[in-house]
C-alpha cells in the first residue's frame, strides 16, 4: 500500500512522458498539415482546393476517438498495421491538423492587400511573395490560436487510453484499480499534472508571441 | 487558362493629339486602355506616351480612374481591353504563334524589372526592418549578395536622410519617414519608369514637405521616367515635364504644367482647378 | 474487404446507439447553455473574490482533458459524496461543464459586444440591475451569438464518444460491443465515421443558413 500521493508520482511521471512525446509529434504532424492543406485550400487549381476541403471535412467531421479507433483498430482488417505510437499521432495530428488550416488560410487572407501588392512591385516570385513577405507576418496572428489549440492538443492526447498506450490517464488508471480506495487523491493528481502541462505551454506561447512582435507592431 | 484575344487592329492608337515631339522610343506606351470593374467601366480609352526620363504628372478629381493607370502599369490590374508596351514590348500580352494571349507570371516577371512602384498607404513590410525592407528585393529579386544588397540599400536610403534609421520597424517611423523607405525601397531595383500613386494624401500636412524633397531630388537626377499621380497642384507643376489631365475616364486635356495650369483649354479643366484655388487642398 | 450484408446488419444497433449519442448531446449542452451564463455572471461580478474563483475554475477546466473529468465524475464524486452517479448523468454533467466554461466564454463575448451606450440608457431610464440585463442587455447580447452556441453543439456531439470510458451506451460503445462479439471492426468504426460525418455536416450547413439569415436581418 502506499503511504501518502507521493508514492504514485514515480509512475505518473513516466506517463507524462509519454504524454509529452505524444503531444511534440502530434503537434509537428499538426503544423505541417495546418500549412499544407491551409494553403492547398488557397490554390488557384481546383483539385487540389478540393482535395484540402475534403481532408478538412472528414477530420473536422468525424470524432478524433472515432479516428483514432479507426486507424488502430479498423485498419488491420485492410491490412495496415499501425503501432500503437504511429496510429496516436497520425489521428490527433491529421485532426489537429484540419482544424489548424483554418487558422493558416484565414490568417494568410488577414494580411492587407497593400502587402501583395508591394511585393509584386518589387518584382517577387509568387512563392517570394508568400515566403518573405505573407507567410511571416501571417505566422505571427497564427500564434494565438495555436496556442489554444496547442492546449486543446494535449488534452485530447488523454484518449490515446482506448488504445492502451501507457500515457499519463492510462498510468493513472492502472493505479487506481490497484488502489481503489486511493481513487480521489490520483484522479486529482492526475488533473493537476494535466494542468501544469497545459498552462506551462500556453505561459511559453505567449512569451514566444511577445518576444517575437518586440518592437514591430 | 484565361486567354485574351486582342483585336490587333483595334489596338492601335486611334488619336495623338497634344503628344511633344518624339525625339526619344518612348518607355511606356498606353493603347486604347479601357477597365471595368462590372458593371462601371473607370477607363474608356486612354492613349499616352511616356518618354525615357520624362516626368509626367496625372491630375483630375478622384474617381477619374488615374490611380487604375499606375496600377496597371505595375501589374496589380489587368486592362480589360487595349494593350500597354513598356520599353517597346507588351507588359499584359504576349505572342503565342499567332495569337496575342495573356501574359504569364513569366513573362509579367520579366517586364516588371522596368517599373517599380511608391503607393499611398506605403506598403512597408511590418516584419522587417528599414534595412531589410529595402535590402529584401535586391538579394531575393536581382540575386545579389547580402553585402551587395546591404551597401546598396544603405546608400539609398542615406539619399533619403534614413541612413540612421537602419534597426528601427516601420511601426515605429513617422508617415513621412515610412513612404522616404518606400521610395528608397522602389528606387534601389532601378526601374525604368517609376509609379507615384498620390504618395502624399495618407500623410499628415506637416510632413508632405520632406516626401517632396525627396522626389523632386529624384527627378533632378533625370534618368527615370516618372508617372506622379498626384494632388499637389503645385508640386506637378514645378516638376513634371508634362501634365495630364483626367477626368471620368479619359484623358481631357494634357501638355506643358504651363499650358495647364495657366491657360487651361477645356471648361472642364478651368473647373476643376477654380476648385482647388479656392477651396485649397 | 467491405462487406454490406454486415454493414447492413449492424447498422440498426448502431442507430439506436446514435439516439443516445444525440440525447447525451442536447441535455449536456441545456446544461452547458445555463452553466455557462452563470459562469460569465460569476466572472463579471464586481465582487473581486467571487470572480476570481470563477475565473480560476474555468481556467481549470479548460485546461484539464474531459476524459479525466468524467473519470472523476464517476469514480471519485460517488467515494466523496456516498452517492452512485450513472453513466448517463455523470456524462451529462461531464461534457456539460466541461463545455460550460467555452459557452462563458462566448456569452461574454456577446456582452462585451453591447455598447456602453445601453447600460448608460438603462440607468438613464432608472432600470434596476436585473432589468437592465433582462430587457436589454441579454436580449441584444445573445442572437449574434447563437450560431456560435451551434457551432459549439456540434462540438459536443463529436466529443461524446469519449463517454464510453465510463460505459454510456452511445454509438461508439454498440460498435465496440459489435466488434467485441464479431471480431470485424472495420466496418462498425467505419459506419460510425460516416454517420458522425453526415450528422456533424448537416448541421454545420444549417448553422451557416442561420447565420447568413441573421446577417440579412441585422442588416449586414
Known sequence: MPNSWIDFLPTLLKGAEITVLVTIFSAILAIAAAFAAGLARLSKLWIIRTLAAVYVEVFRGTSLLVQLFWLYFALPFVGIELPKMLAAISAIGLNFGAYGSEIVRSAVLAVPKGQWEASVALNMKPWQRMFTVILPQATLRMLPPFGNQLVELIKSTSLVYFITMADLTYQAMVLRNNYIAWTTEILVLLLLMYFVIATLISVAVRLLERKLTVGRL | MNTVIIDQQEALPSRSEGEPSTKTQPIVRYKGITKSFGELQVLKGIDLEIQTGEKVAVIGPSGSGKTTMGRMLMTLEEPTEGTIEVDGELLWHMQNKEKLVRADEKHLHRMRCNVGMVFQHFNLFPHMNVLRNVAEAPRKVLGLSKEEAEERAVSMLGKVGLADKLKMYPANLSGGQKQRVAIARALVMRPKVMVFDEVTSALDPELVGEVLAVIREIAEEGEMAMLLITHEMDFAKEIADRVIFSADGRIVEQGTPEEIFDHPKSERLRSFLQRFRSGGN | ?220
Open chain 3, 1 to 220: 474487404m467491405w462487406d454490406w450484408n454486415y454493414a447492413l446488419d449492424i447498422l440498426p444497433e448502431l442507430l439506436r446507439g446514435l439516439q443516445m449519442t444525440v440525447w447525451v448531446t442536447l441535455c449536456a449542452f441545456v446544461v452547458a447553455l445555463i452553466v455557462g451564463l452563470l459562469l460569465a455572471f460569476a466572472a463579471r461580478s464586481r465582487f473581486k473574490p467571487l470572480s476570481l474563483i470563477t475565473k480560476g475554475i474555468i481556467e481549470f477546466i479548460r485546461n484539464t482533458p474531459l476524459l479525466v473529468q468524467v473519470f472523476f465524475l464517476y469514480y471519485s464524486l460517488p467515494l466523496l459524496i456516498g452517492v452512485s452517479i450513472p453513466a448517463f448523468y455523470a456524462g451529462v454533467i461531464g461534457l456539460g461543464l466541461h463545455y460550460s466554461t467555452y459557452l462563458s466564454e462566448v456569452y461574454r463575448s456577446g456582452i462585451e459586444a453591447v455598447p456602453k451606450g445601453q447600460w448608460e440608457a438603462a440607468t438613464a431610464l432608472n432600470y434596476t440591475k436585473a432589468q437592465t440585463w433582462r430587457s436589454i442587455i441579454l436580449p441584444q447580447a445573445v442572437p449574434p451569438i447563437i450560431p456560435v452556441l451551434g457551432n459549439y453543439l456540434i462540438v459536443m456531439f463529436k466529443e461524446t464518444p469519449i463517454l464510453c470510458a465510463i460505459t454510456l451506451v452511445e454509438m461508439m460503445m454498440t460498435a465496440k460491443n459489435i466488434v467485441s462479439q464479431s471480431f470485424r471492426a472495420f466496418e462498425p468504426y467505419t459506419l460510425v465515421g460516416v454517420l458522425f460525418l453526415i450528422i456533424s455536416y448537416i448541421a454545420s450547413l444549417l448553422v451557416q443558413r442561420l447565420e447568413k439569415r441573421m446577417n440579412l436581418q441585422r442588416g449586414q
